[in-house]
């Protein structure tokens, strides 16, 4: 699977690699191309996922705000919802094409 925005790939995986939550696609680390994220300032907290990191991303020539985010350290219970660890994972705002 791709995560694309404006022409530019973000990220890319095998399905069996992604972790689908509430409908988002969820990234591993290693597939994401981090030179094309800049942490965001903007705080979120989930009810079960803990905090939230948010990043920019940049599609080369411009960048555009909050369209990745991530869960660096959600809480050890969320994993049996999840169903393994999505520590660091990143899914996308839904502008940015996953398919």
Do not use: H
Not at 18 to 42: H, M, Q, R
Not at 44 to 68: M, P
Not at 70 to 98: E, I
């Amino acid at each position: 699977m791709k995560a694309v925005l404006n022409g530019t790939v973000i990220a890319e995986a095998p399905q069996e690699d992604l972790v689908k939550i509430e409908g988002n696609w969820y990234f591993p680390p290693a597939a994401v191309n981090s030179d094309l994220l800049v942490k965001s300032p903007t705080q979120y907290t989930c009810s079960w996922k803990g905090e939230c990191q948010y990043f920019s991303v940049t599609d080369g020539d411009s960048l555009i705000e909050d369209r990745a985010f991530s869960y660096p350290a959600p809480p050890r219970a969320s994993f049996d919802r999840v169903g393994q660890d999505y520590s660091n994972y990143v899914a996308f705002a839904r502008d940015v094409t996953v398919t």
